[in-house]
């Protein structure tokens, strides 16, 4: 009956943990599958791009032959670089991990065109370094190498220029945006002033992977000068790609010293989430980023350069990436304005109206609408279409008679307050939300919208909207069924024809919402809405949904970001057509599209997470159960209290699928894995396959050789290789241990034939397979966390693999990943990790508390700040433990 009962609990256990672990997947599924259709412009080149290298010092050549400089041109403009004659302005582009030089052609194609076009008095000059498509995002011996490299490439661009050139714009992709901060605050041979610019696109400012020490030391060392960036001034820009990056999310690309952090849902005249590649294409983002580079360069200056006051670098950076209010060019606002005389000056005392030059006649005159100011209600939101004018809402005092009203001789400029906005049917948006109550300027009597003359050639339309806060706010619908059944209808916010604005204020629980809008009554047959996601505590992390005639279904949006600093929330501001009425209903996302949301922001935790349970476990068996309960419950205590009982419920169901996985692998795939390590034998000493089975036969047998064997192998190529052997050797052992266990269950059963023997060793067998199955199942648990732990090996392997025609040895492994790869290696091949198969007393159970502790403070390193650069620390931890397992068994 216990038995039952066991067995119920422990089914209904594993039902719950693998129905978690498909909530899960399906989260992760979700996460990298939904998002919006890319509807970015492909950039493209107008000639023939070429790449001319440029040598650098033969010192320098040897010691990076994988690497390279090239300058970019087009046309006519590759005979100057190939001559070597440079007279703009030096930009130079870092790809990203495995990225290619050639990837900067969509911006520097773009400059080049645009300085042809305008005919600018200057021009950019662009260079891009070709860093070998090493693992830089990985393994962070060679992200300082790549880092070295490129600052002796700026040294080089600035000497090609005959004029005086000191500065360099520096633009960097992914990885190559923490190259490029490095390369001017790490490196002895550049000053941090030599670059006046930095943008960074989809950098991982926060990495999620830090597998080495040499990795989790960079960032350290890059965190640690990043006052010098300050100190020299530059302006750093970093643009994330939004929601379609599933690589480097949007929390990521946060950088804490930037002057400017932006999505490119954001930006002006973009609005687009753009991938972890298509945000260097993207053509929208790509001539805002060119444009501000442009309009960053001082024209007074003879050659003219990028500016040298970081002020005049930050109102062009900000105008095209925050606050563009107008048109593509950077436009000073000036505070006042006289109004011109003779104009028609128009008032509607309405709250909710639309204007339109429709019915005017052609005029040589402005117009000036005007919107009177009573006190209430106290917001005003007006919207345009294809109002042109740079200088267009003002706020004014109508003191002077003109016919039978008063008008205004001079106004305040409002028009900095504005946006445009983005719009389905590209027409021209611009719009602007007012607190009239935060209006200052005395005597304030109206606002004006000026219209020109030039405005007036064609259609313009004026929507207006004049109402109160509180009546424009759609509630939430939480995502409980219960609230669902009791309030459906309520929840639901119906608005009138002639309304454009309305707002809806995000809990701060809510990740992800599902958005519906229904519209009805409609007298425009191209009707549309816009919904705005904005996160105010980062200015440029917004995203933009459309909702049209043919595409009004319910969608999903995401916080993209966290608020860690504040208590404001993330809102909804929705911009309706003013010819409909519209049925809003906005509510949380079910369970799937929460946990895409904890797969985004929190996958990283699941590798501490399941060494601190294989942890656990082994101290479990080594006390030979003893104790297990108060372990579990302060396990379980720990995860619940600092947040973590989701990740470890996770952990657990990947590692009972990783358990049958390897049960499997082991009774179906030992021949096969047998056979492939003849067949590499055999091509490794150039034997026969009958010759290499038996050596591996041989070597099983003889440990202390295989041992030496593989540690041999470490300082010829690097640790990392020996590991990954080392835990295919473990597989090896693994299945001979079972085919043993077969043969010792075979021969038991022809036993039982032998009457005479069959009462005097019943007993006996029962024991020995009870003991044969219990070390089967411990070297099973120890598999697991070999194999966990040799994740970090795999970034060396393949940076050794990637450099293998250049050094057979990997000299910039990490020295703490190899020492711990080396005792490792030594004890699991030489077969004395193994867990005692009796209870030894006081040893047994001090080698479990340290067991659980040190699975403790692991689990408790997902609740630190940072928790990434914890995760180079568990090779160095289990190779403790692991020794400490192997004296507790080869000691007496």
Known sequence: MIKIKSLLIYGTSFSFLMLLLLFYILGAARYVTDFEENTCDMTYMFEYPQYVRISLDNEIEEQYPRYGLYAYGEGFVTEKLRRMYFSGIPVLFIPGNAGSHEQVRSIASVSLRKSLKDRTPFHFDYFTVSLGKDYSALYGGVLMEETLYVSHCIQKILSLYKTNVENIVLIGHSMGGIIAKGSVLLTPNVNSSIANIIITLAAPHTPRLVLDSTFANYYYNLESHLSKMKEARISVVSIGGGPRDTLVTAMQTLDSTADINVLSTGIPDVWKSTDHLSILWCKQLVLSIVRSLFDSVNYSQRPPKISSKAEERMQALSYHFYYRASGKKLYHYKETMQFEPGGEWIEDIRRHYVWSNKNLSKRTSSVYLMIRLNGQPDHLTIDTVNLESKDWLFACTASRIQGQSRVCNWGWNLTNRTRILPDPLYRLRKTVDLNLQEIKYPDVTHIIIKMTSNDLEKFIAVNVDLYSYDTRLVPIRGNIPLLKNLLPKFREKKTDIGHIRYYATLMNVM??????????????????????????????????????????GPKTMRIQTRNEHSNVSPSLRITLDPACSYAINIQESGIVDQISCIVRDRWYLLYTTIISLLLVSLSIKVNHGHEKTPTIIVTIFLAYCYGLMFECLIALAILCVFTIGLCCSIIFLGSVAHSIAVRFLARAITFSTTWSDWLLGGLNQLPFITTILVLSLIPATCGAIAMIISVFLYFLTLTKMYEDYLEELLMASLQHFNWMGRFRDAKDNEKGHEDTRQKIFNHLILFMLWCFTA??????????AKNFSYDMRLITEDPLLYKSWIVLVAWSTLGWVQIPPNYRGNRSRILASVLYFLGWVVLLMGAAPNPPFYQYYMPPIVAGAVTLITLNFIIP
């Open 791 to 800: 994740i970090p090996a795999v970034p060396s392997v393949l940076v050794w």
């Open 511 to 552: 990740d992800v919402i599902t958005i519906e809008m229904k519209a009805s009554e409609c007298t425009d047959p191209k009707h549309h809405a816009i919904v705005e996601l904005i996160e105010p505590w980062s200015i440029g992390v917004a995203q933009v949904q459309f909702f049209t005639v043919v595409d009004n």
